[in-house]
């Protein structure tokens, strides 16, 4: 139902809501992670200063074991001021059994959390290029473990 709400066009001069429409690039704002082992769940939000494309969560321990999750928009102002990406993974015991999207083999202990890395990248809502990316975390070489680009630490 939220996704609906972002194609509505409010009332007014079309031309008038183009004047307050933001027009800045699209950079990340903060990002959340949090891990739940009662529920055996992982939760992610990611807000943007202006709109996005979606974007990509990249997870890993050890470097050699990355995952890649698309993360999508849950919520975003009318104006285009700000975006709010969310995904929510299951956690699951089989690596075979992981899905993109859906779930992660990286549990909530002390030393997997110790471990962690995190990469997320937004992309722009025009041209779906990477408008901006972060990593958080344990230090990680993004680009030797799966190729990916430099980005800031947050």
């Known amino acids: 139902m939220i996704w609906l709400l972002a194609c509505f066009q409010p009332p ?9 429409r933001y027009e800045g690039p699209t950079e990340l704002d903060w990002v959340e992670d949090d891990c739940d082992p009662d529920k ?4 992610f939000t ?19 074991v990355v995952e890649a999750h698309d993360i999508d928009s849950a919520a975003s102002a ?24 859906k ?10 959390l110790e471990a962690m890395s995190y990469r997320v990248v ?13 990593v958080w975390g344990a230090d990680l070489d993004w680009n030797d473990a799966s190729g990916y680009s430099a980005c800031d630490p947050i």
């Open 78 to 101: 009318e104006d285009g001021s700000w975006d709010s990406l969310k995904l929510d993974l299951d956690i699951v015991g089989d690596p075979r059994d992981a899905q993109p999207g």
């Open 12 to 20: 007014g001069d079309p031309d008038d809501a183009d004047a307050t």
């Open 122 to 134: 937004v992309y722009d809502p025009e041209t779906g290029d990477k408008a901006d990316c972060a």
């Open 103 to 112: 779930s992660t083999v990286w549990l909530c202990d002390a030393a997997t």
């Open 46 to 64: 990611v807000r943007t200063v202006g709109w996005t494309s979606g974007g990509l969560l990249s997870l890993s321990a050890d470097g050699v």
């Open 40 to 43: 055996d769940t992982w939760s």
